[in-house]
């Protein structure tokens, strides 16, 4: 994970992009841009159109930066820009076969698999099922589960970010953790069939 | 009878409450007595001790869905600024 950016440098270099500044924006691009894009390719079809909305949202955020109040950090601000013109994007797309649903209850009698050694993401096959499980989560869920447990912001900043009152944000998080979960479980249990 | 009537009108409200705040405890924003709360249900549940151990594993491993950037994506938009501005 990349060091914190230091609040108050970045606060400088938004107020000097805000007196039209242009190295200072894009000074701030260098610091999100790669962050943004994984954000948004959790949104979007491919890599071309995270890339596409990554440029979108920071050419959005240029042009409306005069209105950021410093009421939150400003990468805050720019990831709800992103996701909110992949949403869009996402909208105009055609609708999937299947209705996008969420079930969080557990699987009675999955194995506990907790304690399964060889239990990390990075392998192919659990990766996959992972990847697969948040990809089928409607964005209202997606989202937390992305900028929380993904990308590492706090509770709080990614609250900000989806516009959620912290306790909203935390019953969508839950729900979207039982749904991976829940996936797991299936797995494993097809795994001993 | 009554008694256990109400002990397992008992047991149901913890379980219903617990398996609701599984998330907040191992994000570790509980008290310390809905901390304590969670894990007395936890200690006789055995359902909610397997979904919190694996609920434990399945967010440990989030992290490494975390995708990179791709390069020259910065200079792109740059490039692609410099053109608007």
Known sequence: MSAPIPKSDETQLVQRSQAGDRLAFEELVRRHADRLYAVVLRFVADADEAEEVTQEAFLRAWRSIDRFEFRSRFFTWLYRIGINEAKRRAERRPPPGMVASIEDAPIEDAPDWSEVPEFRAQQAHLRRVLEDAVRALPIEYRAPLILRDVEGLSTQEAAEVMELREAAFKSRLHRARLAVRRAVDRYYLEGER | ?85
């Open chain 2, 1 to 85: 009878m009554i008694r256990r009537l109400l002990e397992r009108r008992r047991y149901m409200r913890e379980h219903r409450w617990t398996h609701a705040h599984l998330s907040e405890y191992l994000n570790e924003d509980l008290s310390a007595d809905e901390r304590e709360r969670v894990e007395d249900h936890v200690s006789i549940c055995p359902h909610c001790r397997r979904v919190l151990r694996t609920l434990r594993r399945t967010v440990e491993s989030l992290v490494d869905l975390r995708a990179e950037g791709r390069p020259g994506l910065a200079e792109g938009v740059i490039e692609r600024l410099r053109r608007g501005y």
